[in-house]
């Protein structure tokens, strides 16, 4: 289980986007997050199932875990107090039209926990409904009651098909309730209740500003926390978060932001700069011409392939003239950034200096 600090990059269609397996592992990836969504859509969860699961399709040694798909079924919609145009939400589950062609697909709680069973993946999720922000209190309750319901069914389904194909996959129940304080706890409440085997922390990267979503974990930690489960914090992965949440407990988050970065030309590295805010303090945009001539590495201090090989005039070259090397490079690099970082928290909860290290980087 994953009980240390654990940054998880996204694989959305089953690879980090523009990485190999070996890349992956060059760079001390042990584990990385796919989408139940995208890959029942495409190429189908039955299709990777008869070719042995998810590790065997994409040749992963490692650990995988997938999503319900609930965040992207949810995200069909359009109206903040209820389902959009491609999504109808019923008691039994969701019906949504799929994004590629327009056909109709229904998935319950069942159904989710069935697809991620046939992909195999180590750590699956439970179905919930994703509420997006703003909502309602009467609908963020409306859809938390909802959850739990469905919370019970995925066990259910998940417990049936852990015994009736003698493997060992792993569920977590997800947390929601919105900002509400009440909801929160109410939800953590009830999801640690339940035999779950870790739980995970949702609805908080869904257009909630920093402080709201920080609000809102601190909501529901304490209860969590007494569990002793792994924690996995959904879709949340800025620098900054390392810091703020492994240091509070959460043993696990994943997040789209450092591939995504690293496609439009946005590296991670400690810039220095005390007067720029934690936010902007560990990126820069390799396409600024002031690194057209710039010799030196993304990050001097950085030990990652991309770094021990080429400077930042070359990289700036192949984003200037889109050659796909450069989004292969600055992918390295910002990952490798990201597990590096997270190890020396790792290290430094076990060396009781966490409070200095985050003092040293954030200040």
């Known amino acids: 289980m994953l009980l240390e600090p654990t940054f ?4 959305t269609q089953g690879a980090v986007k523009s990485l190999s397996v070996e890349e992956l592992e060059a760079i001390g990836v042990e584990i990385f997050f796919c989408n139940t969504y995208h890959l029942y859509l495409r190429p189908g969860d039955k299709a990777i199932k008869n070719f042995g699961g998810l590790h065997k399709f994409t040749r992963w040694k490692g650990q995988l875990i997938t999503d319900s798909g609930g965040f992207q079924v949810f995200s069909l919609g359009k ?46 999720i439970a179905f919930d409904e994703c509420t997006p922000y703003p909502a309602t209190k009467a609908y963020a309750l409306k859809a938390l009651d909802r959850t739990h319901r469905w919370a019970v ?5 998940h417990q049936l098909l852990n015994k009736k ?14 900002y509400f304080k009440d909801l929160r706890e109410q ?23 920093k402080e709201k979503m920080k609000q809102a974990i601190s909501y529901v930690l304490p209860t969590i926390l007494k569990t002793k489960k792994p924690i996995h914090l959904l879709g949340v992965g800025e620098v900054t978060d390392l810091f703020d949440f492994f240091g509070q407990g959460i043993t696990s ?47 001097e201090n ?16 192949l984003f200037k003239t889109q050659e796909l090397l450069g989004y292969r490079l600055m992918t390295v690099h910002n990952i490798y950034f990201m597990i590096h ?17 985050k003092h040293d980087w954030l200040g």
């Open 153 to 157: 069914r995925s066990l259910k389904e």
């Open 341 to 357: 970082t997270t190890q020396l928290i790792r290290d430094s909860l076990k060396s009781d200096t966490f409070n200095k290290l």
């Open 187 to 209: 939800s953590a409440d009830f999801i640690c209740s339940q035999d779950f085997d870790g739980i995970a922390i949702g609805g908080v990267s869904v257009g909630e500003p």
């Open 253 to 299: 988050m994943d997040c789209t932001l450092p591939t995504r970065m690293a496609r439009g030309g946005q590296f991670l590295h400690r810039t220095g700069n005390q007067t720029l805010d934690t936010r902007n303090k560990f990126k820069s945009q390799i396409m600024s011409q002031k690194y057209k001539l710039d010799s030196i590495a993304l990050d």
């Open 79 to 124: 109206d903040h107090n209820g389902a959009g145009k491609l999504v109808k939400i019923s008691e039994d589950g969701v019906e949504f039209k799929s994004h590629l062609d327009g056909s109709p697909h229904f998935f319950t709680p069942e159904k989710s926990i069935q697809i991620q069973h046939n992909l195999g993946a180590n750590y699956i």
């Open 165 to 178: 194909n003698n493997q060992d996959l792993k569920l977590y129940g997800v947390v929601q309730g919105s």
């Open 302 to 317: 950085c030990q990652c392939p991309t770094c021990q090989k080429y400077d930042r005039a070359y990289i700036h070259h």
């Open 8 to 11: 998880i990059p996204v694989g």
